[in-house]
């Protein structure tokens, strides 16, 4: 039996499990302004949020944006619900758009971007042309991402950077590790 210690009864025990915490913690701590959102959408989170700063930009909330992606692994149970589910790789290597792939590999990592409307000088910059962010809506397995739906999502993206699929100079894609994927 696992007994909760007397600090899980604080205030700050419960504030410091919330995800949403965290993030308003950050804006108080640096004193920002202009929206002040947690994303958990797995593997999409940080884009997810990347979309909701630009269009916060764009839509002139505020003049600039703080985006960071963390993932931690601090508790077994999702590593082992994921194992048990058969989507991470049972020999612990991801072989991404390969046909040994078996199943991804959990990992930890975390990155930050400021996201701001004009170049500060010396900046290293990478401008943002067009942003997208869908759902899949139903397919084949929780798992299985819909063609149509991920096309439907390039094709938005696109759209909204006013550009042509040939001028995409960068691409980054999702390798779930899997087969399917």
Do not use: W
């Not at 999702?78 to 058969?86: C, L, N, P, Q, R």
């Not at 990992?107 to 899949?136: H, I, M, W, Y």
């Not at 909204?160 to 980054?172: H, I």
Request: aromatic share 4%; proline share 4%.
């Amino acid at each position: 039996v696992i007994r909760a210690p007397p600090m899980a009864k604080s205030v700050s025990s419960a504030t410091g499990s919330a995800h949403s915490i965290a993030s308003g913690r950050i804006s108080f701590a640096l004193g920002l302004l202009g929206p002040c959102v947690t994303y958990d959408t797995a593997c999409s989170a940080a884009l997810s949020a990347n979309h909701a700063g630009l269009r916060a930009i764009q839509m002139n909330e505020c003049v600039s944006g703080l985006v960071s992606g963390v993932s931690l692994m601090l508790l077994p149970g999702m590593s082992i619900s994921f194992g048990t589910a058969g989507m991470t790789s049972p020999n612990g290597k991801c072989h991404t758009f390969d046909k040994r792939a078996d199943g991804y590999c959990r990992a930890e990592a975390c990155c930050s971007f400021a996201l701001r409307t004009n170049d500060v000088k010396g900046a290293v910059t990478l401008p943002v042309l067009g942003s997208a962010v869908r759902q899949d809506g139903k397919s084949a397995s929780r798992t299985a991402p819909s063609g149509a739906a991920q096309a439907g999502l390039l094709h938005a993206a696109l759209a909204d950077a006013a550009t042509m699929a040939e001028e995409v100079g960068t691409a980054e894609a999702h390798g779930t590790g899997t087969g399917l994927g």
